[in-house]
Protein backbone atom coordinates (compact mmCIF):
# COMPACT_ATOMS: atom_id res chain seq x y z
CA UNK A 1 0.00 0.00 0.00
CA UNK A 2 2.88 2.35 0.16
CA UNK A 3 2.12 3.49 -3.35
CA UNK A 4 -0.93 4.24 -2.88
CA UNK A 5 -1.83 7.90 -2.21
CA UNK A 6 -4.95 9.34 -0.33
CA UNK A 7 -6.20 13.00 -0.81
CA UNK A 8 -8.26 14.11 2.97
CA UNK A 9 -10.24 17.15 2.55
CA UNK A 10 -11.83 18.65 5.72
CA UNK A 11 -12.06 21.72 7.11
CA UNK A 12 -11.08 20.48 10.38
CA UNK A 13 -7.84 20.15 11.76
CA UNK A 14 -8.47 17.41 14.18
CA UNK A 15 -9.72 15.25 11.45
CA UNK A 16 -7.63 15.44 9.11
CA UNK A 17 -4.42 15.29 11.67
CA UNK A 18 -6.24 11.84 12.91
CA UNK A 19 -6.67 10.66 9.93
CA UNK A 20 -3.30 11.40 8.68
CA UNK A 21 -2.10 9.15 11.43
CA UNK A 22 -4.14 6.48 10.99
CA UNK A 23 -3.44 6.65 7.10
CA UNK A 24 0.32 6.85 7.48
CA UNK A 25 0.49 4.29 10.18
CA UNK A 26 -1.38 1.97 7.50
CA UNK A 27 1.65 2.98 4.78
CA UNK A 28 -0.33 5.13 2.36
CA UNK A 29 0.82 8.15 1.32
CA UNK A 30 -1.32 10.73 2.91
CA UNK A 31 -2.23 14.53 1.10
CA UNK A 32 -4.38 16.90 2.96
CA UNK A 33 -6.82 19.49 1.60
CA UNK A 34 -8.56 22.02 4.21
CA UNK A 35 -11.12 23.34 1.60
CA UNK A 36 -12.43 22.84 -2.02
CA UNK A 37 -10.32 25.02 -3.29
CA UNK A 38 -7.07 23.06 -2.17
CA UNK A 39 -8.53 19.97 -3.41
CA UNK A 40 -9.39 21.45 -6.68
CA UNK A 41 -5.47 22.32 -6.61
CA UNK A 42 -4.34 19.34 -5.64
CA UNK A 43 -6.26 17.56 -8.52
CA UNK A 44 -5.52 19.59 -10.99
CA UNK A 45 -1.72 18.70 -11.13
CA UNK A 46 -2.27 15.07 -9.75
CA UNK A 47 -4.35 12.46 -9.53
CA UNK A 48 -4.60 10.53 -5.90
CA UNK A 49 -5.61 6.97 -5.68
CA UNK A 50 -8.85 7.78 -4.07
CA UNK A 51 -10.37 10.79 -1.87
CA UNK A 52 -11.86 11.24 1.59
CA UNK A 53 -14.43 14.37 1.23
CA UNK A 54 -16.02 15.92 3.62
CA UNK A 55 -19.49 17.03 3.04
CA UNK A 56 -19.75 19.86 5.00
CA UNK A 57 -17.46 22.80 4.48
CA UNK A 58 -17.62 26.53 4.40
CA UNK A 59 -17.88 28.29 1.14
CA UNK A 60 -18.14 25.37 -1.46
CA UNK A 61 -19.31 21.97 -0.09
CA UNK A 62 -17.90 18.16 -0.90
CA UNK A 63 -21.05 17.48 -2.75
CA UNK A 64 -20.39 20.23 -5.24
CA UNK A 65 -16.96 19.36 -5.76
CA UNK A 66 -17.92 16.04 -6.32
CA UNK A 67 -20.40 17.85 -9.23
CA UNK A 68 -17.58 20.08 -10.03
CA UNK A 69 -15.09 16.59 -10.79
CA UNK A 70 -17.87 14.79 -12.77
CA UNK A 71 -18.59 17.89 -14.65
CA UNK A 72 -15.09 18.41 -16.05
CA UNK A 73 -14.50 14.81 -16.67
CA UNK A 74 -11.34 15.00 -13.15
CA UNK A 75 -13.65 11.96 -11.37
CA UNK A 76 -11.24 9.30 -12.46
CA UNK A 77 -10.61 8.27 -8.79
CA UNK A 78 -12.74 6.73 -6.34
CA UNK A 79 -14.31 9.53 -3.57
CA UNK A 80 -15.65 8.79 -0.23
CA UNK A 81 -17.98 11.29 1.24
CA UNK A 82 -17.78 11.55 5.61
CA UNK A 83 -20.31 13.71 7.04
CA UNK A 84 -20.71 13.95 10.69
CA UNK A 85 -24.75 14.59 9.92
CA UNK A 86 -25.19 12.21 7.61
CA UNK A 87 -28.54 11.40 6.18
CA UNK A 88 -29.81 8.77 3.48
CA UNK A 89 -31.05 11.95 1.18
CA UNK A 90 -27.44 12.86 1.48
CA UNK A 91 -25.60 9.67 0.71
CA UNK A 92 -28.57 8.84 -2.06
CA UNK A 93 -27.32 12.26 -3.36
CA UNK A 94 -23.59 11.72 -3.10
CA UNK A 95 -23.54 8.02 -4.43
CA UNK A 96 -25.92 9.17 -7.42
CA UNK A 97 -23.19 12.27 -8.19
CA UNK A 98 -20.65 9.82 -8.66
CA UNK A 99 -18.89 8.88 -5.08
CA UNK A 100 -18.52 4.96 -4.49
CA UNK A 101 -18.84 5.37 -0.50
CA UNK A 102 -20.64 7.51 2.49
CA UNK A 103 -18.70 7.22 6.08
CA UNK A 104 -20.48 9.07 8.85
CA UNK A 105 -18.82 10.47 11.45
CA UNK A 106 -17.36 9.51 13.79
CA UNK A 107 -15.80 6.53 11.75
CA UNK A 108 -14.78 3.37 13.54
CA UNK A 109 -10.94 2.67 12.73
CA UNK A 110 -11.93 -0.61 11.27
CA UNK A 111 -14.70 0.31 9.22
CA UNK A 112 -12.42 3.27 7.88
CA UNK A 113 -9.54 0.83 7.07
CA UNK A 114 -12.12 -1.52 5.55
CA UNK A 115 -13.95 1.12 3.28
CA UNK A 116 -10.40 2.49 2.14
CA UNK A 117 -9.22 -1.09 1.14
CA UNK A 118 -11.94 -2.55 -0.49
CA UNK A 119 -12.15 0.94 -2.23
CA UNK A 120 -8.65 0.69 -3.87
CA UNK A 121 -9.44 -3.16 -4.73
CA UNK A 122 -12.59 -1.98 -6.53
CA UNK A 123 -11.10 1.50 -8.40
CA UNK A 124 -13.06 4.00 -10.00
CA UNK A 125 -16.60 4.79 -9.85
CA UNK A 126 -18.58 2.97 -12.15
CA UNK A 127 -21.59 3.70 -14.44
CA UNK A 128 -25.17 2.76 -13.28
CA UNK A 129 -26.50 -0.52 -13.83
CA UNK A 130 -29.53 -0.91 -16.34
CA UNK A 131 -31.81 -3.14 -15.59
CA UNK A 132 -34.39 -4.23 -17.90
CA UNK A 133 -34.21 -1.02 -19.71
CA UNK A 134 -34.83 1.28 -17.35
CA UNK A 135 -31.51 3.07 -15.49
CA UNK A 136 -31.43 2.45 -11.53
CA UNK A 137 -28.76 3.78 -9.32
CA UNK A 138 -26.50 1.49 -7.45
CA UNK A 139 -25.72 2.83 -3.80
CA UNK A 140 -24.38 1.03 -0.73
CA UNK A 141 -25.00 2.39 3.14
CA UNK A 142 -22.83 2.73 7.34
CA UNK A 143 -25.14 0.40 9.14
CA UNK A 144 -24.27 -1.50 12.09
CA UNK A 145 -20.94 -2.11 10.39
CA UNK A 146 -22.45 -4.16 7.62
CA UNK A 147 -22.26 -2.77 3.99
CA UNK A 148 -25.94 -3.38 2.13
CA UNK A 149 -26.14 -2.51 -1.62
CA UNK A 150 -29.41 -0.82 -2.80
CA UNK A 151 -30.84 0.44 -6.55
CA UNK A 152 -32.80 3.01 -6.85
CA UNK A 153 -34.83 3.13 -10.28
CA UNK A 154 -34.87 6.33 -11.83
CA UNK A 155 -36.92 6.31 -15.01
CA UNK A 156 -39.87 5.74 -12.46
CA UNK A 157 -42.80 8.36 -12.09
CA UNK A 158 -42.13 10.91 -9.15
CA UNK A 159 -45.30 9.06 -6.98
CA UNK A 160 -43.02 6.00 -7.69
CA UNK A 161 -40.48 7.05 -7.19
CA UNK A 162 -40.62 8.68 -4.43
CA UNK A 163 -42.59 5.72 -2.85
CA UNK A 164 -39.31 2.97 -3.25
CA UNK A 165 -37.51 5.81 -1.69
CA UNK A 166 -39.52 6.28 1.21
CA UNK A 167 -39.35 2.36 1.62
CA UNK A 168 -36.25 2.09 1.44
CA UNK A 169 -35.60 5.16 3.76
CA UNK A 170 -37.65 3.91 6.53
CA UNK A 171 -35.92 0.21 5.51
CA UNK A 172 -32.27 1.81 5.88
CA UNK A 173 -33.75 3.37 10.00
CA UNK A 174 -35.45 0.33 10.86
CA UNK A 175 -32.21 -1.51 10.58
CA UNK A 176 -30.41 1.01 12.41
CA UNK A 177 -32.77 0.91 15.20
CA UNK A 178 -33.04 -2.82 15.23
CA UNK A 179 -36.49 -3.09 14.35
CA UNK A 180 -37.81 -0.86 17.06
CA UNK A 181 -40.22 1.40 15.54
CA UNK A 182 -40.98 3.83 18.59
CA UNK A 183 -37.20 4.94 18.30
CA UNK A 184 -37.23 5.35 14.34
CA UNK A 185 -40.94 7.91 15.02
CA UNK A 186 -38.67 9.64 17.29
CA UNK A 187 -36.19 9.95 14.59
CA UNK A 188 -38.01 10.61 11.58
CA UNK A 189 -40.38 12.64 13.57
CA UNK A 190 -43.48 11.30 13.08
CA UNK A 191 -46.21 9.88 15.19
CA UNK A 192 -45.63 6.40 15.62
CA UNK A 193 -49.11 5.35 14.81
CA UNK A 194 -48.78 7.05 11.74
CA UNK A 195 -45.73 5.72 11.05
CA UNK A 196 -46.98 2.12 11.34
CA UNK A 197 -49.50 2.81 8.67
CA UNK A 198 -46.90 4.36 6.22
CA UNK A 199 -44.74 1.05 6.87
CA UNK A 200 -47.52 -1.11 5.80
CA UNK A 201 -48.56 1.05 2.94
CA UNK A 202 -45.42 0.74 1.81
CA UNK A 203 -44.84 -2.79 2.46
CA UNK A 204 -41.76 -2.60 4.24
CA UNK A 205 -41.09 -5.42 6.77
CA UNK A 206 -41.21 -5.15 11.02
CA UNK A 207 -41.46 -6.71 13.68
CA UNK A 208 -44.40 -5.19 16.40
CA UNK A 209 -42.78 -6.22 19.55
CA UNK A 210 -44.67 -5.84 23.19
CA UNK A 211 -44.67 -2.59 24.31
CA UNK A 212 -41.71 -1.52 21.68
CA UNK A 213 -39.39 -3.34 24.42
CA UNK A 214 -40.24 -0.70 26.74
CA UNK A 215 -38.19 1.75 24.47
Known amino acids: MANKQILVVDDEIGIRELLSEILF ?12 AQARDFRNEREPDMVLLDIWMPEVDGI ?19 SGHGTIETAVEAT ?47 IDGQILPFSLPLDLPLREAREHFDALYFDYHLRKETGN ?22 GVKFVKKCAEDKQ
Not at 64 to 82: H, I
Not at 100 to 122: M, S, Y
Request: net charge positive; glycine share 6%; hydrophobic share 40%.
Open 25 to 36: DEGYQVHLAENA
Open 64 to 82: TLLREWVEQDLLTMPVVMM
Open 96 to 142: RIGAVDFLEKPIALQKLLGTIAKTLRDGAPKPPIQQTGEASQKITLN
Open 181 to 202: VSRVADKVGLERTHLYRKLKQL
